[in-house]
């Protein structure tokens, strides 16, 4: 008997990262992280900055999103990500300049200084590093 699959469709404004029969997914939902098997009951959530791991076969691939919604309707997900990207795709040393650029940032304590933003960026930067280790 054939595996049951789900259309997954992850999509940037830039982009599609990734369209695709998968078994299975977990995301990164702004309360938490959600798995998805084929013929989940409707859902739609925000999601947070986080790691997408998605389940082909034999296979887990991971995709960083930065925010965006997720629709799971008829065995069909789809993303709708602020950013996203392969973990394979990732370019590791500007994802560590970034995460230099935020800490320097936050340590700095200068009042100018969007909190909010930087520790987001710390955030987005430190996704990507770990993602990108997780494939070597």
Known sequence: MAEKTQRLEIVTPERVVLSDEVRFVVAPGSEGELGILPEHAPLITTL???IMRVQKENRTYRVVVTGGFMEVRN???VVLATAAERAEE???ERARAAKERAERRLASRDP???LV???AALKRALTRL???EQVH
Do not use: C, F, L, P
């Open 117 to 119: 933003r930087a520790e």
């Open 75 to 77: 065995s069909r997900v």
């Open 90 to 92: 990732i370019d590791v």
């Open 112 to 114: 100018e200084i969007d």
């Open 48 to 50: 947070d900055i986080g």
């Open 130 to 132: 770990k993602a990108a």
